[in-house]
């Protein structure tokens, strides 16, 4: 059943469950940063409405700087500003940026220290119609070794709102990560969010095992855990919006608990979300583990839905996942 | 205010530029790796900069009111590590730890490892760009110091250089000047062979800065065009300075193979011999 602690949204399972891009949840927190921050700047390259930062740029122009079609240089610019007392969010689509701009962030706002936050946006295959070009699908794998990186996926436009906020009040290099498409909302304003903290969204008595999921793909994974409950199988569903700095304590927790991992991610396995546990795991707790994810191929054109399923990151591969890892049980 | 360079002042300047050059041969050799010519090239660049032109305090290297230099080239820091040294920030005997473990002075500054370094650079073409991140926030916060950003001429080969060409004309940076060390070489030949640069005048100009040119081993002449520069209004300013790679030392004087490496013991004795005949002429002018 959902985490009764958390608030969720209960209309979640419903037809009619409200839906929205993660995208918009960057928009209108960088816009309520702007407005309690003087210090808050934002940087576009000529994709300012498709990245959302088109409220912030309207509401705060002298805040705001178009850069043109160059992902190099908004990045060492906006490197520049965050050792300037600027608190600064550079947006792009992921595969442009932190994809083309990849040394620059790695040099002038990582290992420099700067405070910039770098929005990916149209990551994962639900980009859709745009084609593996814009299909960003290997940019966790990308920034998640640079030393002190934060990286946070959130699972909705409200948890994106929150996430963006938080980035902000913190000093310091953060990776933030959104889709384009609309996406089910799963949490209420009232759903806590704190960053590293991962949350449980479906909880029993007796999970057999514990699906660890990223992003929109949360979704997919408690309605998969909804149909596996019917089937007699219990499981646990645990957002992981905070890829880095991971909640270790709950992940290797949650995997003594079932002793079956499943992971589900829009990006590839190799260096995402699955890498991650698997690396944790593999030193804390060995445990059955399945990766629900984009497996070493580029995605392509099409509608979110049906690339889902062509590329088996829908319920229907989740459910199968489960039950796999739960057959492979270590004893 | 940038003060006029009085004869004196001149004299003492060219007395500094000269230490500096022998502290570059010294901790070389010590590091056993690093770039020999840009740093000696530049070293009467650095010496305007850090005992004239900038308005700085070495003792608050954080000082929010201080002038930035960047360094875009990062691959000249000995020359820079030497003028802080002498300038105040930190000791002139951490010098002789260049390369070395647990040192502050990496191969490639590190803005957070040691006073007065400005941004993390050895990768190129990134420095202008940093440096319009900082002449914009200045500008948004009402503050009045000036933002400099040294480059090599063959930086100009990157892609990321022109993008932020473009957009501090755009912006009318005016507090930003950047300065080319245009000393012709680059690691693998002279940069008209590698990949020509010329005219680099005509190309700033066309996207709209102020260009000047200027012998950048001479200290007035230098000085002068600092000032110039400072005197643009609505536009970003550019110093070409034409620099001698090598200068003080007469085997690595305009020769692209010492680009990149540091002088062996006989060279370094060789090196320190002909800047001490030029400090002593510089002293017996002072008499």
């Known amino acids: 059943m959902l985490n009764p602690d958390l608030k969720l949204n209960e209309k979640i399972f419903g037809q009619d469950v409200e839906k929205d891009a993660t995208r918009s949840g960057y928009g209108t927190g960088l816009f309520e940063l702007g407005k309690t921050n003087p210090n808050v700047v934002a940087l576009s390259a000529d994709l300012t409405e498709s990245t959302k930062a088109d409220k912030f740029a309207k509401a705060y122009p002298e805040r705001f700087f178009q850069v043109g079609v160059a992902e190099q240089n908004m990045a060492a610019i906006a490197a520049g500003m965050g050792v300037s007392g600027k608190t600064v969010f550079i947006s792009s689509y992921a595969t442009f940026s932190p994809g083309k701009n990849w040394e620059t962030i790695r040099t002038t706002i990582i290992y420099n220290n700067s405070n910039v936050k770098i929005a990916g946006h149209h990551a994962g295959v639900m980009t859709g119609p745009d084609g593996a070009t814009h299909q960003a699908t290997e940019d966790i794998a990308s920034v998640r070794s640079w030393p002190g990186i934060k990286i946070i996926i959130p699972c909705d436009s409200i948890q994106a709102n929150l996430a963006t906020i938080a980035s902000g009040n913190e000093y310091g290099p953060c990776y933030l990560r959104f889709s384009r498409d609309k996406s089910p909302i799963m949490t209420t304003p009232e759903t806590p969010f704190e960053v590293g903290k991962a949350q449980t969204f479906w909880v029993s008595e007796t999970p057999q095992a514990v699906i660890f999921a990223t992003g929109y793909m949360t979704y997919y994974a408690l309605v998969a855990a909804k149909k596996l409950e019917q089937e007699g199988i219990n499981t646990l569903v645990t957002n992981v919006h905070t890829i880095k700095p991971l909640d270790t304590q709950t992940i290797i927790e949650q995997a003594k608990q079932t002793g079956a991992v499943v992971t589900v991610e829009d990006h590839q396995i190799a260096g995402g979300l699955g890498g991650v546990i698997a690396e944790t795991l593999a030193q804390h707790s060995p445990t059955s583990m399945e990766f629900v994810g984009m497996r070493d191929v580029f995605g392509e054109s099409g509608k979110p839905e049906e690339l889902l399923k062509k590329y088996e990151m829908d319920s229907e591969a989740i459910i199968g996942a489960v039950k796999k890892a739960i057959s492979r049980k270590l004893t | ?287």
Request: net charge negative.
């Open chain 2, 1 to 287: 205010m940038i003060d006029d360079l009085t004869d004196k002042k001149e004299l003492e300047l060219r007395g500094i530029a000269v230490e500096i050059r022998e502290l570059i041969i010294k901790m070389l050799l010590e590091a056993g790796s690093g770039h020999s010519a840009g740093p000696l090239g530049m070293a009467d660049i650095f010496t305007a900069f850090y005992f004239h032109i900038l308005n700085h305090d070495p003792k608050k290297p954080d000082w929010d009111g201080r002038d930035r230099l960047v360094l875009s080239n990062g691959h000249i820091c000995p020359v820079l590590y030497v003028t802080l040294a002498k300038a105040g920030y930190f000791p002139i005997k951490e010098l002789m730890t260049l390369r070395k473990l647990n040192s502050r002075l990496q191969g490639h500054p590190h803005r957070t490892a040691l006073p007065g370094i400005e941004t993390t650079s050895g990768p190129l073409g990134e420095g202008i760009s940093q440096s319009i991140g900082m002449a914009l926030a200045a500008r948004m916060d009402n503050k009045r110091h000036q933002i400099y950003c040294l480059t090599s001429d063959g930086e100009h080969q990157e892609g990321n250089t022109w993008e932020a060409i473009m957009f501090a004309a755009k912006y009318k940076l005016d507090n930003l000047t950047v300065v080319i060390d245009r000393n012709n070489i680059q690691i693998d030949g002279t940069t008209e062979n590698v990949m020509p640069l010329e005219t680099l005048r005509l190309k700033y100009e066309s996207f709209n800065w102020y260009v000047i040119e200027t012998d950048g081993n001479n200290l007035e002449g230098f000085v002068d065009a600092v000032r110039q520069a400072r005197s643009v209004h609505e536009q970003p300013s550019v110093i070409i300075a034409h620099t001698i790679p090598g200068l003080g030392v007469d085997f690595m004087e305009n020769n692209y193979l010492w680009h990149g490496k540091s002088p062996d013991e006989k060279q370094a004795k060789e090196a320190l011999s002909e800047l001490r005949t030029l400090q002593g002429k510089i002293k017996s002018e002072h008499q």
